[in-house]
C-alpha cells in the first residue's frame, strides 16, 4: 500500500472518531437543553400542590422527571404530559428548545397567555392538547403549520380569538382538529375536506365561524366526526352526506341552515344505510320539510328547534337503538304513534312545542330506561294513562303542561319515585288532588297550576323534604294550609293563590319571608291571630267593654299589619323572579361518562369497593368528578345504588358529598349501567387521611384537634341523614 492511500484511510478514520465524539457530545447537549427548557417552564408555572414537579431537580436526569418521557436510549425529552395538575401560568417560550418532543399534553390547567410562536419549532410533534386552559388575549399561531407531522391538534376551551390563520388548514398531516368552545370567527374554506385529507375529526363547535358548511368535508370519506354546533354558519347541508361510511357523528345544531320544502330534510333519509351513525343533531336552524320515514339507525336524534312540519312517522318506532329523541319546537301535528312505545331504549323523549293532538300513547309504558320526558306545550287531550305514570326509571322530569288534559291525576303518580320536577300545569285536570304524589319522595319542583283540582293540599306533601317549589295555584282546593309546610326547610317558593283556602296562614319557614309565599285570591284566608275574631259567641255583658277594647286594638294592628303586608306585595311584584333556573339533578348518558373518564381507563381509577368502582374524569365544562361505577352483576347493587341516589338527591349538608348526577342507561354492550358522579375531592379519600396514608404538604398528617374535628363532622352528617 502506498502511503497516500494509508493517509486517506487514516483521514477518514480520523473523521469518523470525530464525528461520532461530535454526534455524542450534541447528543448530551441537547438533553440539557432539554433539561434548560423544562426548568424554564417550571420556573413560570406554579401549582395547587407544590410537590407536583417537586422531582423536576437541576441535578438530575429530566427522563426520571414527572410527566417527562425520553426516548430509548434517554438522550432526548419525546414526551410531556402534565395535563390535570393544577398548574397556573403561562408557557415559556423555551419550550420551543424540546426539538424531540413527539407529544405535548397540557390540558386541564389554568395556563394563561398566548400560543407562542415557538412552539411551531417543535417539528417531530404529533400530538398537541392544551385543551382546558385559559389561554388567550391571542391569535392562533401561523407558525404551528410548520408542524408537518401534526396529527391531532386540541385547542378545545380556551379563550382564543380570531381567525384560525389560513396555513393550519393546509396541515394535512392533521388527524384530529379540535377548536371547541372559543372566540373564533372567520369562514371555514370550502376546500377544507381537499387541503386535509386524513381528517377523521372536526370539531369547531361553540364559536363564531360564519360561511356555509363546507361541501369538500361531504368529500372525505373517512371522515367519522362533524362537529359545527353553536356557530353563526348559514346555507343548505351539502350534497353527499349519505357517501360517508364511518360517519359517526354529525352535529350543526344551533347555526342557521336553511331547507325548504316538504323534502327539505330529505338528506336524513340518505343517511338511512349508515350503519355506524350515531349521533343526529340539526337542533336549532331554520330547516323545513317532514321527518322522512327511514332514518339511519341511530342512538341520539335531534331535530329540536326547526320550522319540521308533518307528522311523527310510525317507522321512528323501528329505530331500536334510540336513547334521545328530540323533536321539540317545531310545527309537528297529527298523532302521536304508538310504534315509540317501541324505542325500548330511550332515555329521553323531548316532542314539546308543537301541535301534537289525541291521546298519550299507553305504549309509553314500555320505556324502561326513560330519564326524561317532555310533552309540554301540545294539543293533547284526554285524560293521563296511569301506564305513563308507572316509569320508576324517570329521573329528571316529566313534563306534560300546556295541553288538553283532563280527568284525575292517577294514583300511580306514586311510581314516579326518583322524579325531580313533574310539571302539569295548564290542563284540565280535576279530581281531589292525590295524596300519592307525596311519594314522589325526590320532587324538587312540583308544578300544578291552571288546573281544576280540587280537594285539600295533601298532607303527604309536607313529607317531600327536598322540595324547592310548590305551584298549586289557579286551581279549586280547599281547606287549610297544612301547617307542617313550614318545616319543609329547602322550600324556595309557594304559590297557592287562586283557590279556595280558609283558616289562619302559618308564619315558621317558607312563610317568614314573604317574598317566598303567593297566596293572593283565597279571600278566606287570614293572616294569624285575625282568625279568632270571626267566631265570638256567648258573650257576657262584663266582658263587653273589654272585648271592645280588644277589638279595637286588633283592627288597628289589622290595618296596620295589612298596610304592611300591601306594601310588601308590591315590592314582591316589583322583585323579578326566574323559576325557570335553578338546578336540577341531570342525568347524564354512559356516553358522556365514557368520554369524561376516557373509557373507564384504569389511570383515572381513584377507588375500588365491593361492587363499585371509582374513577376520575372530566367534564367537558371543565367540571372535575368522581364517578362511581356499579356492578350490576352482583345482587343487591342496584338497590343500593337506587337507595344512594334517593337519599343522596335529598341531602343538603355541607358535611355530605355532593351529588352532581346519576346515570341508568345502557353501556355499548346493551348491559345495564348504572353510576352516582360526585363533585370530586381533590384531597383524596378521607380512609387514608385517618389512617396515615396521606399527607399534607410538610408531611404531617391529621392531629388530635382534626380528628376530633372529623367525627364531630362525621357525627352532625350521620345525624342529619337519620333525623333530617
Ligand atoms: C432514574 O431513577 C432511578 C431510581 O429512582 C435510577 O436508578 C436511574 O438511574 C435514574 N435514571 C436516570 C436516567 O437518571
Ligand atoms: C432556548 O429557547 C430560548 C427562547 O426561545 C432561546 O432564547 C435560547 O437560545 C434557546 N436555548 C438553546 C440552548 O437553544
Ligand atoms: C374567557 O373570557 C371571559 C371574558 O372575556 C371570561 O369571563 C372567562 O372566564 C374566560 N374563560 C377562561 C376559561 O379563562
Ligand atoms: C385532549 O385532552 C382532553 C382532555 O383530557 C381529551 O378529552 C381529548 O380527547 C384530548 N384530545 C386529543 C386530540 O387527544
Ligand atoms: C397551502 O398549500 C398550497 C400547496 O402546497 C400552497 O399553494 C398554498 O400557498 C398554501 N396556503 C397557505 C395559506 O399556506
Ligand atoms: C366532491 O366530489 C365530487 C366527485 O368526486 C366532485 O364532483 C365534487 O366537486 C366534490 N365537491 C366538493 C365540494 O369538493
Ligand atoms: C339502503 O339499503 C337498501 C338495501 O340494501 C336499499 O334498498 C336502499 O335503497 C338503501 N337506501 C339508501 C338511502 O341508500
Ligand atoms: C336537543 O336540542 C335541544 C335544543 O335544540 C337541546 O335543548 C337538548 O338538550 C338537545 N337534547 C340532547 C339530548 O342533546
Ligand atoms: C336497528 O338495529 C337493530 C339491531 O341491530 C335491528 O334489530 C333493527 O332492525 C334496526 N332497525 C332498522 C330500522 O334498521
Ligand atoms: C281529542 O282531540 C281529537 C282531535 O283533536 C278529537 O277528535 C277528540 O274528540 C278529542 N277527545 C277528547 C276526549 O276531547
Ligand atoms: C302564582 O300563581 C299565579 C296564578 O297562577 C300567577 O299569576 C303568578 O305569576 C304566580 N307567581 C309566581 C311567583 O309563580
Ligand atoms: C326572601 O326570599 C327572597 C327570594 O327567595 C330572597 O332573595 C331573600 O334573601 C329572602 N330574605 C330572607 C330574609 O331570607
Redesign the pocket.
Known amino acids: 500500500m502506498n502511503s497516500p492511500y494509508l493517509a486517506t484511510l487514516f483521514a477518514i478514520l480520523v473523521a469518523i472518531f470525530f464525528s461520532k465524539n461530535v454526534f455524542l457530545g450534541a447528543e448530551s447537549a441537547t438533553l440539557s437543553t432539554d433539561r434548560e427548557a423544562l426548568l424554564s417552564f417550571k420556573s413560570r408555572v406554579s401549582m395547587e400542590q407544590p410537590n407536583v414537579l417537586s422531582s423536576w431537580e437541576p441535578n438530575?436526569?429530566p427522563?426520571?422527571w414527572t410527566g417527562v418521557v425520553?426516548n430509548e436510549l434517554?438522550q432526548r425529552v419525546v414526551e410531556l404530559d402534565l395535563s390535570d395538575m393544577g398548574i397556573t401560568g403561562s408557557i415559556s417560550p423555551h419550550i420551543g428548545n424540546l426539538s424531540f418532543l413527539r407529544s405535548l399534553q397540557l390540558q386541564h390547567n389554568r395556563f394563561k397567555g398566548t400560543l407562542l410562536d415557538q412552539l411551531g419549532n417543535l417539528l417531530r410533534l404529533r400530538i398537541m392538547n392544551t385543551s382546558s386552559n385559559s389561554i388567550e388575549d391571542g391569535l392562533i399561531p401561523s407558525e404551528l403549520s410548520r408542524l408537518r407531522n401534526l396529527k391531532q391538534l386540541d385547542l378545545t376551551i380556551n379563550n382564543l380569538t380570531g381567525t384560525i390563520p389560513p396555513s393550519i388548514y393546509n396541515m394535512s398531516s392533521l388527524v384530529n382538529l379540535a377548536m371547541a368552545s372559543n372566540d373564533l370567527w372567520g369562514d371555514i374554506p370550502n376546500d377544507v375536506g381537499v387541503t386535509l385529507p386524513n381528517l377523521l375529526i372536526l370539531n369547531l363547535c361553540i364559536n363564531k365561524f360564519t360561511g356555509t358548511i363546507p361541501g369538500s368535508l361531504h368529500n372525505l370519506t373517512t371522515v367519522q366526526v362533524i362537529r359545527l354546533a353553536d356557530n353563526l354558519l348559514h346555507g343548505t347541508v351539502p350534497q353527499g352526506l349519505g357517501n360517508l361510511p364511518d360517519l359517526q357523528m354529525y352535529n350543526i345544531g344551533f347555526n342557521k341552515i336553511v331547507s325548504s320544502g316538504e323534502s327539505g330534510l330529505d338528506f336524513i333519509a340518505s343517511l338511512t344505510n349508515r350503519t355506524r351513525l350515531r349521533f343526529l343533531a340539526i337542533d336549532g336552524n331554520l330547516l323545513e320539510g317532514v321527518i322522512p320515514e327511514s332514518i339511519g339507525n341511530l342512538s341520539k336524534l335531534n331535530l329540536s328547534y326547526n320550522s319540521i312540519s308533518g307528522q311523527i312517522p310510525q317507522e321512528i318506532g323501528q329505530l331500536e337503538k334510540l336513547q334521545m329523541l328530540g323533536l321539540a319546537g317545531n310545527r309537528i301535528s297529527g298523532i302521536i304513534p304508538s310504534s315509540l312505545g317501541n324505542l325500548q331504549k330511550l332515555n329521553d323523549i323531548d316532542l314539546s312545542w308543537n301541535a301534537l293532538v289525541g291521546r298519550i300513547p299507553t305504549s309509553f309504558v314500555n320505556f324502561g330506561y326513560l330519564i326524561s320526558m317532555d310533552l309540554s306545550h301540545n294539543k293533547l287531550n284526554g285524560s293521563i294513562p296511569k301506564e305513563i305514570l308507572n316509569l320508576p326509571s324517570l329521573r329528571t322530569f316529566f313534563k306534560l303542561s300546556n295541553n288538553f288534559l283532563s280527568g284525575p291525576l292517577p294514583q300511580e303518580v306514586r311510581f314516579l319515585q326518583g322524579v325531580g320536577t313533574i310539571d302539569l300545569s295548564g290542563n284540565h285536570l280535576s279530581g281531589n288532588n292525590p295524596m300519592s304524589i307525596g311519594m314522589c319522595k325526590s320532587l324538587e319542583k312540583l308544578f300544578m297550576a291552571n288546573n281544576m283540582f280540587s280537594g285539600p293540599i295533601p298532607d303527604t306533601l309536607v313529607e317531600v323534604r327536598g322540595l324547592e317549589t310548590l305551584d298549586l295555584s289557579s286551581n279549586q282546593l280547599s281547606g287549610s294550609v297544612p301547617p307542617d309546610i313550614q318545616n319543609l326547610n329547602a322550600l324556595q317558593l309557594l304559590n297557592l293563590s287562586f283557590n279556595n283556602l280558609e283558616g289562619e296562614i302559618p308564619t315558621g319557614g317558607v312563610f317568614s319571608n314573604i317574598s317566598r309565599v303567593h297566596l293572593d285570591g283565597n279571600p278566606k284566608l287570614c293572616l294569624y291571630s285575625a282568625c279568632e275574631n270571626s267566631g265570638g259567641r256567648g258573650v257576657q255583658l262584663i266582658l263587653i267593654s273589654v272585648i271592645i277594647t280588644i277589638a279595637v286594638i286588633l283592627t288597628l294592628c289589622f290595618t296596620v299589619g295589612l298596610l304592611f303586608y300591601i306594601r310588601k306585595g308590591k315590592a314582591k311584584a316589583m322583585a323579578s323572579f326566574d323559576s325557570s333556573k335553578g338546578q336540577q339533578h341531570q342525568m347524564v348518558s354512559y356516553y358522556e361518562l365514557r368520554l369524561a373518564t376516557k373509557n373507564f381507563n384504569q389511570e383515572n381509577q381513584i377507588g375500588h369497593g365491593s361492587f363499585r368502582t371509582v374513577y376520575k374524569g372530566y367534564f367537558r365544562e371543565g367540571i372535575t368528578i368522581a364517578v362511581k361505577v356499579l356492578d350490576t352483576q352482583i345482587i343487591g347493587s342496584r338497590k343500593s345504588f337506587f337507595a344512594e341516589c334517593l337519599a343522596l338527591r335529598n341531602t343538603r349538608h355541607r358535611n355530605l358529598l355532593k351529588l352532581i348526577t346519576s346515570c341508568s342507561s345502557l353501556d355499548f354492550k346493551n348491559m345495564e349501567f348504572l353510576a352516582l358522579v360526585y363533585e370530586f375531592m381533590s384531597n383524596g379519600s378521607l380512609d387514608d387521611w385517618i389512617k396515615g396514608k396521606r399527607m399534607n404538604v410538610d408531611g404531617g398528617g391529621l392531629d388530635i384537634v382534626d380528628r376530633v374535628n372529623v367525627a364531630t363532622d362525621v357525627a352532625s352528617a350521620i345525624n342529619y341523614l337519620h333525623h333530617e
Open positions: 438530575s436526569s427522563c426520571n425520553c434517554g
